[in-house]
């Protein structure tokens, strides 16, 4: 399993971004699927999820901003950030658990200047 993230750029706080996560074989509708980002100096942390279901979670500090979503004939999952914020600014990373094992894309770096 091959992912590869895209869409990160630079965009002034309040401003929208949209990431796109391409999925080399057909897993996003059967398997969970993810969002982490890792800022300098931080740990990578979860941002958002989606289930096989179509459950999701998010980050506390993402949430009624950011939207997961997936589009299961393209094999991609995104994830639509809203009311980006300084403190946004991070690596992100597309993720998927896959038999139980992890797979990690290449990560889009996002950076929200004040």
């Known amino acids: 399993v091959q992912l590869q993230a895209s869409g990160g750029g630079l965009v002034q706080a309040g401003g929208s971004l949209r990431l796109s996560c391409t999925a080399s074989?057909?897993?996003?509708?059967?398997?969970?699927m993810a969002w982490y980002r890792q800022a300098p100096g931080k740990q990578r942390e979860l941002v958002a999820a989606?289930?096989?279901?179509?459950?999701?979670n998010y980050a506390d500090s993402v949430k009624d901003r950011f939207t997961i979503s997936r589009d299961n004939a393209k094999n991609m999952v995104y994830l639509q950030m809203n009311s980006l914020k300084p403190e946004d600014t991070a690596v992100y990373y597309c993720?998927?658990?896959?038999?139980?094992?992890?797979?990690w894309g290449q990560g889009t770096l996002v950076t929200v200047s004040s």
């Open positions: 989606i289930r096989s279901g179509g459950n999701t």
């Open positions: 074989r057909s897993i996003v509708s059967n398997n969970l």
């Open positions: 993720y998927a658990e896959v038999f139980s094992r992890d797979y």
